[in-house]
């Protein structure tokens, strides 16, 4: 129960912070935490602690977790690793004869319900299951275990500006057509497809990211 408690608080508190719902610098206490989603401190520290193994947050003494500042160079980082990884991934689902591809059009439905819905938490959501779903078919589970911990520790500001709505919407045909490309085999389709899939964003996290630096050095 305290394992589906954690995955719980952490869902709730990453969608917070990678979205940008919750500001660099602020503070997530875990008695206050666990007093708001009715559960008790175990769950809540436990995911908190996972967050800031990934960077997101910073434990600070007898005080709670801080939310860590955005870093440009990382995230650019981040991005490289991904397209080289997922990419990689793509490639290697689309060339396996024995591919298995269950389970990833309900997935990509989800993700098209929750960009009708305007649900940018159920699309993070969503979008994070298909793509772990989606790498995970192509039988490297180190592979898989380290795209999501990259995942996981990249800022996803602006995903609720005009541009990151709009490039949801674009993302939707794209989670299908993956589909149809590895169930086709076609490798030459599929590395471009993945490449702009994942690149597509980076310039969108950036410029959140520089207009919260130039609003956060207005109020300082």
Request: aromatic content about 4%.
């Amino acid at each position: 129960m305290d394992q589906s408690l954690r995955e719980q608080v952490l869902q709730r508190v990453r969608a917070e912070i990678i979205s940008g719902e919750t500001r660099p610098g602020a503070m997530y206490s875990v008695p206050t935490l666990a007093a708001d989603l009715g559960v008790s401190t175990t769950p809540v520290r436990e995911a908190l602690l996972d967050l800031a193994r990934n960077g997101l947050i910073e434990p600070v003494r007898n005080r709670g977790f801080k939310v860590a500042d955005p870093n440009l160079d990382e995230l650019r980082d981040l991005f490289d690793l991904r397209e080289l990884l997922e990419v990689h991934a793509a490639v290697l689902l689309a060339s396996r004869p024995d591919r298995t591809l269950d389970g990833l059009r309900p997935l990509a439905d989800a993700i098209k319900a929750a960009v009708d819905a305007d649900d940018v938490r159920g699309y993070l959501e969503t979008d994070r299951r298909f793509h772990e779903a989606f790498i995970a078919a192509a039988g490297n589970t180190v592979m898989t275990e380290t795209v999501m911990s990259l995942r996981d520790r990249m800022r996803l500001y602006g995903i609720t500006t005009r541009a990151g709505l709009e490039r949801q919407a674009a993302s939707v045909p794209e989670h299908y057509r993956l589909i149809e490309l590895a169930a086709a085999g076609d490798v030459e389709a599929i590395r471009p497809l993945m490449r702009d899939h994942i690149r597509t964003w980076e310039p969108i996290f950036i410029e959140a990211i520089r207009k919260t630096g130039r609003e956060s050095a207005r109020g300082r």
